[in-house]
């Protein structure tokens, strides 16, 4: 089969990169090469950032049920095809189909139909003074704006972050992860089909030292929304700040699911509890890699715990049985290898999993590694500090809440937290103390688009979702009449 050539979406226009250059896209259920990807450089970018600011005061200037109806339009067009775009997402990522079948390409419809319903009523704050004037807020759009998406949920991200600025009235410059572009590139097809002005909506494609550091120096580009490794969101707040961009940095997560001994341990609990470790290969930002359990009852939450990661199934992404698919490329596989390493090395005891699988056939050459939960490692480990992004849970028994509290907060990272408690007071009490920015209490990725989403520390700076999305897209401008 001839494989993929994907395009940048620039002006409104399918464009080849300017340099002609094009990396590979692997498949890491095989290994193999299935697409072609741009690797735009920063005269792509340019291009982009043009076209964008041009079509920035006629998109500001547009009413926003026509933006409303343009993003609906474009969740109309997803959604009626989405067969074809989870089977990309799943081949392009290596995530079970059925999960991008069920979860991300939903998702990402959701987004799209949020923001369209959002902008048409948000309104802004008036306050009549007593000396007789009356101070109102204009919200208005920042102008170009750049959106930098990971890979891991790829088109999930990708319009997460693109569905508020458009609703919000910016131009919009957008570069997703080189690992996984497949869908966004048809994505920015469909905007096309949608009706969208050329230059609302660009998207190149390539590498993030080269697309996404040329977005975030570009002057005429005045936010950047960051979704990824702290590592990058550093680099970028570095780059941006005498520039003074606006930043939104949603970052890495090392997050602490904590059972207490009167939790409802009931079988579908305990499903959850697995899933919240090895959902998407474990490849979620929010995923909880350190599971803390009080001590009175690990022993026997242990063994039950155990009996379903092994139950687990890894396998080919497109077989509806299989539970995990393949890593993402072979340089996270081997990232999440070598941190299994080091937890051997550190003194844990792996319970199960540890090591990579090699399926039969033409999977042979994919990246698939084992659920593996390791125990006995201190708190300050570093298998316990840093984040591995894999199929990896470290097992951690407390003996109060102080302990667990202690755990909990005790690394760098503060994205998310799950509880699991019967206590009602001791739920609200401990929710309250984790220094993280969401708080799961007897469940686990339950999201509803209105509340606030992000990390404190090196979990990032901002907030996404409802409103703190519009407001992050928006410069209020307070303005003051005297009557
Ligand atoms: P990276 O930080 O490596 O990359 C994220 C994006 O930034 C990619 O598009 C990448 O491009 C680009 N990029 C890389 N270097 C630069 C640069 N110097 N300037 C501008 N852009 C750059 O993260 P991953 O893709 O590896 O994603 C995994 C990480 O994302 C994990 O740490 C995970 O926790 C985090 N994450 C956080 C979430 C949250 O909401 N807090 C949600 C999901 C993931 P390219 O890939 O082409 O190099």
């Not at 692997?26 to 072609?36: I, K, L, Q, T, W």
């Not at 041009?54 to 109309?76: G, I, K, V, Y």
């Not at 990232?335 to 399926?359: D, F, N, P, T, Y």
Request: aromatic fraction near 8%; glycine fraction near 8%.
């Amino acid at each position: 089969m001839p494989s993929l050539r994907l395009a940048n979406l620039i002006d409104g226009r399918l464009q080849a990169p300017r340099q002609d250059r094009w990396l590979d896209v692997f498949e890491p259920a095989s290994g193999e090469v299935f697409a072609h990807c741009p690797d735009s450089s920063a005269d792509d970018v340019e291009a982009a950032v043009a076209a964008a600011h041009a079509a920035a005061p006629a998109w500001a200037a547009t009413p926003s049920e026509q933006r409303a109806r343009l993003l609906q339009r474009l969740a109309d067009l997803v959604e009626a095809r989405l067969d074809a775009f989870a089977a990309l997402e799943s081949r392009d990522s290596g995530k079970p189909l059925s999960l991008a079948r069920s979860l991300d390409i939903p998702r990402a419809v959701s987004n799209l139909r949020y923001f369209a319903a959002a902008i048409v009523p948000w309104s802004s704050e008036s306050h009549a003074m007593e000396l007789g004037a009356i101070n109102y807020t204009l919200r208005q759009p920042l102008g170009v704006v750049g959106c930098i998406s990971p890979w891991n949920l790829p088109l999930y991200l990708f319009t997460w972050k693109i569905a508020p600025a458009l609703a919000a009235g910016n131009a919009v410059v957008a570069k997703p992860s080189e690992i996984t572009p497949c869908t966004a590139a048809l994505l920015g097809e469909l905007s096309i089909e949608a009706g969208f002005p050329p230059g609302v909506l660009n998207i190149v494609q390539g590498r993030g030292p080269s697309v996404g550091q040329a977005l975030v120096e570009h002057a005429q580009v005045k936010a950047i929304s960051f979704t990824g490794s702290t590592r990058t969101g550093a680099q970028i707040a570095a780059a941006a700040a005498p520039r003074f961009k606006k930043l939104s940095l949603e970052l890495g997560g090392k997050n602490p699911a904590i059972v207490f001994a009167d939790a409802d341990l009931s079988e579908a609990n305990l499903d959850t509890i697995v899933r919240s470790g090895f959902a998407n290969q474990g490849e979620i930002c929010l995923c909880g890699s350190r599971l803390l359990v009080q001590r009175s009852i690990y022993d026997d939450f242990r063994a039950r715990y155990l009996a379903r990661v092994r139950a687990l199934r890894v396998g080919d992404p497109r077989d509806a049985s299989s539970d995990l698919g393949a890593l993402v490329s072979r340089e996270h596989f081997e990232k999440v290898m070598g941190c299994i390493e080091q937890a051997r090395a550190e003194g844990g005891q792996v319970l199960c999993g540890g090591e990579s699988l090699a399926l039969p056939g033409p999977l042979a050459g994919g990246w698939y590694v084992a659920p593996t939960v390791v125990e006995g490692l201190a708190p300050e480990a570093a298998t316990n500090q840093h984040e591995i992004f894999g199929p990896v849970v470290s097992l951690i028994p407390f003996d109060d809440e102080d302990e667990a509290l202690a755990i909990a907060n005790g690394t760098g990272y503060g994205l998310a937290a799950s509880l699991w408690t019967a206590d009602l007071s001791r739920a609200h009490r401990f929710g309250a103390r984790l220094d993280v920015g969401i708080v799961w209490i007897n469940c686990w990725l339950l999201r509803d688009l209105r509340t606030p989403f992000g990390g404190t520390r090196q979990s990032g700076v901002g907030r996404e979702g409802g409103v703190e999305a519009l407001r992050f897209f928006t410069e209020p401008k307070n303005i003051c009449i005297r009557y």
